[in-house]
């Protein structure tokens, strides 16, 4: 069975652009949970969709969206992007309790 | 307000020798907390998980200890590899929260 994978790996932007990052779940999962990881702050819960419903979100500005799709696929959404937006965005997707993270959109913004 | 924290950002440890790791949270409400793995350039790895209705889980050369009367946990890998240097997370779940809280990290550093 795949894993989470995330697409793109890597994205370089330049501040006040809008970047989209995409998210296809392990085969069957319907939650898919978004986070933020910095070197600062750790990891950081941004939101989580379930049956295309957003089911949680974290603290993060309005700047910061997601969706989820039919098949579970999920993207974020990231405008007027900031130089602190720099960050490792990491999708998990789960069944009931356990997440499987895939490997991350490094995202860096000059 | 609620976090979660480990208690040291890097361990060094011998290679055969047995590494804890430990984590402390703030919420009494944590009913579900997990420790994962995240190696370079990797996403978080799930290790072990363990509910409040348990003190103790055990898996395949790791075991998670909870004590719940202040409020912590820990992880202990046994005969520690060079395989296992990796940062470490602790988090921890509430029903009334719905989502994982990590904590900061802790760099495992295995020495030969």
């Known amino acids: 069975k795949a894993g989470v994978t995330q697409t793109p790996r890597y994205l370089i932007k330049t501040r006040g652009q809008q970047v989209t990052l995409s998210c296809s779940p392990i085969?069957?999962?319907?939650?898919v949970s978004w986070y933020q990881q910095t070197p600062g702050q750790g990891l950081q819960f941004l939101f989580e969709y379930f049956s295309e419903t957003q089911r949680n979100k974290g603290n993060f500005p309005g700047r910061f969206s997601g969706r989820q799709f039919s098949n579970s696929r999920s993207e974020m959404n990231v405008s007027t992007l900031e130089l602190g937006d720099s960050a490792l965005y990491l999708c998990?997707?789960?069944?009931?309790?356990?997440?499987?993270f895939g490997p991350g959109t490094r995202l860096t913004v000059l | 307000g609620e976090s979660v924290g480990l208690h040291l950002p890097t361990l060094s440890v011998q290679e055969g020798d047995n590494s804890i790791i430990n984590c402390a949270y703030s919420n009494s409400a944590s009913d579900y907390f997990i420790w994962y793995k995240q190696e370079s350039g990797k996403g978080p790895q799930f290790i072990i998980d363990?509910?409040?209705?348990?003190d103790k889980r055990q898996g395949q050369r790791v075991t998670v200890l909870l004590n719940k009367t202040v409020k912590h946990l820990s992880l202990q890998i046994a005969a520690t590899q060079p395989g296992d240097s990796a940062v470490y997370f602790c988090a921890a779940q509430s029903e009334s929260w719905g989502k994982l809280q990590f904590g900061a990290g802790t760099q495992v550093v295995v020495t030969p």
């Open positions: 998990a997707s789960s069944t009931e309790n356990e997440q499987f």
């Open positions: 363990i509910r409040s209705n348990m």
């Open positions: 085969s069957g999962h319907r939650s």
